[in-house]
């Protein structure tokens, strides 16, 4: 980060220094919350969670090389003791950012945040010194501990917002306040907690009410809900999408054999042609997304377009394809789910499976409430609709309104399966893959397929990932 004195580093927190000999040592490695990640001139924060008290740790940060620990009690060794060790790293995130001048980018959305801003990041490193949210840490303590490895050197800033409830992102855009704001969609992740995606819309629109006057609110044209947003701000509005109103747009999109999204790119400065590395047609989206962030901060179509075609994956376990020696494909999309990311893998497997046997190794969609039925027996009438070869469904109750909507869908029979656990799925899937098949691996976090596609990747021990 840039290197602030730990005196400087106490004003700006509001805390008060202890154990400190030298109040003039500068603060230059990353803050970090795992003394396990500590290196010479970190500052640990110590955070008291439900099973760990960092400040348990603060003499082995230290002595790993922190000049000090960011604490709610004196711990024997150096520290900045504040009221709230959350609130402290705020601050200080806050001030980081004003010092910078760098262009903050952030963005939110239902689905696709972290592939987009995957995207954005490297589309943006072609042009000038860019750090972004590593994986999806998007809350009130993964995005200012991003924002705080930002240097001199750093001209963007790329952060991922996520909300659970009105005004989470409110109080991100407050720590971490954006010049440009990007809305990808409003879906049905986590309407269980919100209440319906009306109430998703307000959450997510709080990221273009903070943005100033000067600035730039991206908007998704193809989301009714999104572009509604354009009266909440007064910085100018860019529209992106496969609308014609919009003003980065694609055209011609198509899926290659392998899956992959190729389209016509429009910009105001041109167009350009794009193919992705990427699997399944929702990348065109989050590709669009990038193209418009892109050309506000004065990117050609050519060269956005070319950036687009060599990015690739950045975060695991993301429609992650790997394929084994005996010509097996697994797609391990398993990080997370949600009925519309659902969906558009499902499209991908059904593309990258043309001329092969396809399986749609599915799990449970977190966070529904009262739609949660509907919405799994949808995905399950979906695979039958899309062809896939065969489903299996694994886990509980939501599993069984999977594999059920499969078998009313199209009256499967043995083609849907209802397995119990992971365990079960993979011993299923090892006796009966053949070489050539198709496997996609997708739930939510909390089901932990990504078991799944590890064990059949170790079963042929070495394999070649594209």
Do not use: C
């Amino acid at each position: 980060m840039i290197a602030l004195s730990l005196a400087e580093t106490a004003s700006v927190v509001g805390g008060q220094t202890h154990d400190i000999p030298d109040p003039s040592v500068l603060v230059h490695g990353p803050v970090v919350i795992d003394s396990r990640q500590v290196k010479d001139g970190s500052l640990f924060a110590a955070f008291v969670g439900e099973r760990v008290d960092g400040h348990d740790y603060a003499e082995q940060a230290v002595r790993a090389g922190a000049v000090a620990v960011l604490a709610q009690r004196p711990v024997g060794v150096p520290s900045i003791v504040v009221e709230d060790v959350q609130t402290a790293l705020g601050a200080l995130a806050r001030h980081v950012v004003r010092r910078l001048g760098a262009t903050l980018v952030a963005l939110t959305g239902s689905a696709g945040k972290t592939s987009t801003k995957d995207l954005i990041a490297q589309v943006l490193q072609r042009k000038a010194p860019t750090v972004f949210t590593p994986g999806s840490l998007n809350n009130e303590i993964g995005l200012p501990l991003t924002a705080l490895t930002a240097t001199e050197e750093t001209r963007f800033l790329v952060l991922e917002m996520g909300a659970r409830g009105i005004g989470h992102i409110s109080y991100l855009t407050n720590l971490t306040p954006p010049q440009i704001g990007l809305v990808l969609n409003v879906g049905s992740a986590h309407i269980g907690e919100f209440g319906g995606r009306e109430q998703i819309a307000q959450a997510k629109g709080e990221l273009v009410e903070a943005l100033p006057a000067e600035g730039a609110a991206i908007l998704n044209a193809d989301d009714p809900l999104v572009r509604a947003m354009a009266s909440r701000t007064k910085a100018k509005v860019i529209l992106f999408g496969e609308s014609d109103e919009a003003d980065v747009r694609a055209e011609n999109v198509r899926l290659t054999d392998s899956g992959q999204p190729a389209f016509m790119l429009h910009t105001p400065s041109g167009a350009s042609e794009v193919t992705m590395r990427l699997y399944g047609e929702h990348h065109v989206s989050n590709a669009l997304a990038a193209a418009a962030v892109a050309h506000e901060l004065g990117m050609s179509a050519s060269e956005i377009a070319t950036a687009l075609s060599e990015a690739g994956s950045l975060s695991r376990w993301r429609m992650e394809v790997t394929e084994r020696p005996d010509g097996v494909t697994i797609v391990n999309d398993a990080y997370n789910a949600n009925p519309e990311s659902m969906r558009a893998a499902l499209r991908a497997l059904a593309a990258m499976g043309k001329g092969r046997r396809t399986w749609a190794v599915l799990g449970k969609m977190a966070e529904l409430g009262d739609e949660a039925l509907a919405e799994h027996d949808a995905v399950g009438r979906l695979a039958v609709r899309l062809n896939v070869g065969k489903l299996v469904a694994v886990g509980g109750r939501e599993a069984s309104w999977l594999q059920l909507g499969a078998y009313n869908e199209g009256s499967w029979g043995e083609e849907s399966v209802h397995v119990s656990d992971a365990q079960a799925a993979i011993d299923l899937l090892r006796s009966e893959l053949r070489p050539g098949d198709v496997v996609l691996v997708k739930a939510s976090r909390s089901v932990g397929l990504e078991s799944v596609a590890q064990a059949l990747l170790d079963a042929e021990g070495e394999v070649a990932a594209r």
